[in-house]
């Protein structure tokens, strides 16, 4: 599966937008870009997936560009509670075995 | 509907000491993974199963760590004289699986709360 890349941590205030941004320069036709998050002592959440399209569900938005290269998790008004840790996932399924593959994702600190 | 739940929340355990760890998936999931996180360390993966066979066990760090899965639903991850460095959260998750297959599907994971291991 292809590598992505993330800031280390990045911050906003409560009611603002948080955009996390994410690089994947080398990901293949067939990989999606998936996100997850980590709350402090908690399993991971799934938050959204999206292959080459723009997708938004009740928790976020996911904005990729057109070269697929990059993308871009938007929370549209955070909360203290969107304090986590964000995984952005690029991952083919074989119908093998589609595990996920972690890096150390981008810490978002919510302010008030 | 009910979520992956996995016990014990927490377990602590001597060195040199049997551990088993039990996973709950969600209904209707045939596969199922286990990861570990350890402080300071991202998540890994352990092993994979889809139904009851364990078609990659790649992650498994030493012969001492096993699993199994039976009836397609509930699997048990079993440490073998628990060493320190075992201390990790060990989480599992579960997807539909092969049996949503298609063209361009997608399948989603979805992680239970863990089970945190000190191994002492």
């Known amino acids: 599966d292809a590598k992505t890349t993330q800031p280390t941590s990045m911050d906003c205030a409560e009611g603002r937008a948080a955009n996390l941004p994410c690089n994947h320069s080398?990901?293949?036709?067939?990989?999606?870009v998936y996100w997850y998050r980590q709350i402090h002592s908690q399993g991971p959440q799934y938050i959204i997936h999206?292959?080459?399209n723009n997708e938004t569900n009740e928790m976020a938005s996911l904005i990729i560009t057109e070269d697929r290269k990059s993308s871009t998790l938007i929370l549209p008004h955070a909360t203290l509670r969107d304090t986590a840790v964000y995984y952005c996932?690029?991952?083919?399924?074989?119908?093998?075995?589609?595990?996920?593959?972690f890096g150390k994702g981008i810490t978002l600190s919510v302010r008030p | 509907g009910a979520g992956v739940s996995q016990s014990p929340s927490n377990k602590v355990t001597e060195k040199g000491k049997d551990v088993e760890l039990r996973c709950d998936p969600i209904?209707?999931?045939?596969?199922l993974y286990w990861y570990r996180q350890s402080l300071g360390q991202g998540l890994e993966f352990l092993i994979y199963?889809?139904?009851?066979?364990?078609?990659?066990k790649s992650g498994l760090p030493s012969d001492r760590f096993s699993a199994e899965r039976t009836g397609g639903s509930v699997s048990t991850l079993t440490i073998q004289r628990t060493q320190q460095e075992d201390s990790a959260v060990y989480l599992c998750?579960?997807?539909?699986?092969?049996?949503?297959?298609?063209?361009?599907?997608?399948?989603?994971?979805?992680f239970g709360p863990g089970t945190r291991l000190t191994v002492l």
């Open positions: 998750a579960s997807s539909l699986g092969l049996a949503s297959g298609g063209v361009g599907f997608t399948d989603t994971q979805y």
């Open positions: 080398t990901i293949s036709g067939n990989e999606y």
């Open positions: 996932i690029v991952r083919a399924f074989t119908g093998a075995n589609s595990k996920l593959t």
């Open positions: 999206g292959l080459k």
């Open positions: 199963f889809q139904g009851n066979s364990a078609p990659d």
């Open positions: 209904s209707g999931h045939t596969a």
